[in-house]
């Protein structure tokens, strides 16, 4: 009696495997996701963090600060337009706003097109780089970019700020 309890219980579990794997119908993934068409546009800085690389790298307090309130860098703008997915021409307007990028207007190209890391703004022979932190999408709408600091002497990285650009 045993040995038909056994059986009987192997077979069961054999057609609830053989009758529980079904094949699942998913839906398409779409498109490819493009970032670089996510940064055309007006953008507004909505808040910047300054980071201390020197006490951050020795573990020691108060390696940020928010600077938002202290100046009024909610006044910068940049506008980067675009032809398709083919970076273009940008304009700057700094307002009352420290000038984060020296540079007013010119042209801007991207490192990846696929998947962009560093923004480069340039006007004749004067550019600018700026490093992506995030791409905007539905979930986080905001544009991050971080700007590094370095001692000219050494080169050492001593300061990097990072803006938070809200679309307009």
């Given at each position: 009696?045993?040995?038909?309890?056994?059986?009987?219980?192997?077979?069961?579990?054999?057609?609830?495997?053989?009758?529980?794997?079904?094949?699942?119908?998913y839906?398409?993934l779409?498109?490819a996701?493009?970032?670089?068409?996510?940064?055309?546009g007006?953008?507004?800085?909505?808040?910047?963090?300054?980071?201390?690389?020197?006490?951050a790298?020795?573990g020691?307090?108060?390696?940020?600060?928010?600077?938002?309130?202290?100046?009024?860098y909610?006044?910068?703008?940049?506008?980067?337009n675009?032809?398709?997915?083919t970076?273009?021409?940008?304009?700057?307007?700094?307002?009352?706003a420290?000038?984060?990028?020296?540079?007013?207007?010119?042209?801007?190209?991207?490192?990846?097109?696929?998947y962009?890391?560093?923004?480069t703004?340039?006007?004749?022979?004067?550019?600018?780089?700026?490093t992506?932190?995030?791409?905007?999408?539905?979930?986080?709408?905001?544009?991050?970019?971080?700007?590094a600091?370095?001692?000219?002497?050494s080169?050492?990285?001593?300061?990097?700020?990072?803006?938070?650009?809200?679309?307009?």
């Amino acid at each position: 009696m045993n040995k038909f309890k056994i059986v009987a219980h192997c077979l069961f579990l054999a057609g609830l495997l053989v009758t529980g794997c079904k094949p699942e119908n998913y839906k398409p993934l779409g498109k490819a996701a493009t970032p670089i068409t996510t940064l055309a546009g007006t953008w507004k800085i909505s808040s910047v963090t300054q980071k201390d690389e020197i006490a951050a790298n020795y573990g020691w307090p108060y390696q940020t600060t928010d600077l938002t309130s202290l100046f009024p860098y909610t006044d910068f703008t940049l506008t980067l337009n675009m032809n398709g997915s083919t970076p273009t021409t940008f304009t700057t307007s700094p307002g009352q706003a420290p000038r984060i990028i020296t540079l007013a207007s010119g042209n801007w190209t991207v490192d990846d097109p696929t998947y962009p890391q560093v923004l480069t703004l340039m006007n004749g022979s004067d550019t600018a780089k700026v490093t992506l932190g995030s791409y905007p999408s539905g979930i986080n709408p905001s544009l991050k970019v971080a700007v590094a600091r370095h001692d000219a002497a050494s080169g050492k990285l001593l300061i990097s700020y990072s803006y938070a650009f809200v679309k307009q």
